[in-house]
């Protein structure tokens, strides 16, 4: 039988791979393009998910991760480093210990969910809270890879670039083509970056049509794409976009301009709402970062930007139970307490409503 073989194996022809690349792969990539009804219906477009959360460590992020750990050990890397709002930290640590090398990862101190921080310490990181915020951890991570030995693997690192490109190219193999429109969430801005490389790609090889006109979106409280200036003390629930000063905010304009895209930003309640739009009418567990898509489309199509029946593909870039918390809170801020029953069939059945009351 068939199994994925992992986009380094996959997509050899489409990177930068040869017989010297010790390929380190967990089997990420070939997730899930799942249709999505009721968000169709509810838009008039036709629109597909992405479902990011069903890579090995539970985020995009071990497509570039098995990239550039296997260049790293190519280069005869030893030890790498990144900074993470949480989701990099776990691939880091995952694709390094499965190398066999050492992964180091600096964290905003208090500011990443816990299945995140679970993942790296888990994955034997050395794993350091560093009293500020993601913009100084990458500002020190890039410090120390330019003095000491040690290897980095942030999306600055091209590495990482090359391997996210093969989202897109997972998008037009279903396809058979570029959607017209793709949406995503954006911090450091490098997903970004990555799926319009990969689509530009698909056009220049012929095995598509056009690239997608690509959506970017930033929470309300950290969106400096969107306001054109860094923000010095980012602030929003979804902690994985937490981010000030994105490491690739150009090539992010570049891209908009290029597909006629656009950056838009969501508040934390906006966020909220398309969280639980995905869990209860999708069917797609999300941390809150990964769900920004969603909200940025249904903003988008009651702005009249998306034509009725327009492809869409949204990617949800990290899964639910990386940051459970959300799930259990109310419209209005409350606690979801699930209701207690005894132990007794029939007050059960009353409970679910599969009887009257006798
Ligand atoms: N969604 C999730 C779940 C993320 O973890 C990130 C970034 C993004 C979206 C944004 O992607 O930075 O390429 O624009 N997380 C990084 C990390 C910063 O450290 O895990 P981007």
């Known amino acids: 039988a068939h199994q994925w073989q992992g986009v380094l194996r996959e997509y050899a022809d489409r990177l930068d791979v040869t017989e010297a690349t010790p390929v380190v792969t967990l ?184 690239m997608p006109r690509m959506f970017g979106f930033q929470a309300a409280g950290s969106a400096p794409i969107v306001s054109g200036e860094v923000v010095r003390h980012p602030d929003t629930i979804a902690s994985a976009i937490r981010i000030g000063n994105p490491a690739s905010w150009q090539y992010a304009l570049e891209a908009r301009d290029e597909t006629d895209g656009y950056f838009g930003a969501i508040t934390d309640e906006g966020i909220l709402a398309a969280h639980r739009i995905l869990s209860a009418e999708v069917g797609v567990f999300v941390e809150p970062a990964s769900a920004i898509g969603v909200a940025g489309l249904l903003e988008r199509a009651d702005a009249g930007v998306v034509p009725q029946g327009a492809k869409v593909v949204i990617t949800v870039t990290g899964h639910g139970l990386k940051d459970p918390q959300w799930a259990l809170r109310t419209e209005d801020g409350g606690e979801v307490a699930p209701t207690s029953v005894p132990v007794d069939t029939k007050s059960v059945a009353e409970v679910l409503g599969l009887v009257g009351p006798a």
């Open 27 to 210: 089997g990420e990539g070939g997730t899930p393009l799942i249709p999505a009804r009721r968000l169709s219906e509810r838009t008039g477009a036709e629109v597909y998910v992405k479902y990011e959360g069903m890579n090995p460590t539970g985020s995009f992020k071990d497509r570039g991760m098995t990239m550039a750990i296997s260049k790293a050990v190519e280069h005869g890397a030893k030890a790498v480093i990144c900074a993470s709002t949480g989701n990099t930290s776990a691939s880091a640590a995952a694709y390094a210990t499965h190398a066999g090398i050492t992964a180091a990862v600096l964290v905003p101190e208090g500011k990443i969910a816990m299945g995140k921080l679970s993942q790296a310490v888990a994955h034997d990181a050395q794993l350091l809270q560093v009293q500020g915020n993601f913009d100084d951890c990458l500002d020190i991570a890039r410090d120390l890879a330019a003095n000491y030995p040690v290897h980095l693997v942030n999306s600055v690192n091209n590495d990482r670039i090359e391997g996210q490109k093969t989202a897109a190219f997972e998008v037009v193999d279903v396809l058979g083509d570029a959607p017209d429109f793709h949406f995503l969430p954006v911090g450091n801005a490098g997903n970004y970056t990555a799926y319009s490389r990969g689509y530009r790609e698909d056009v220049a090889a012929g095995r598509s049509t056009r």
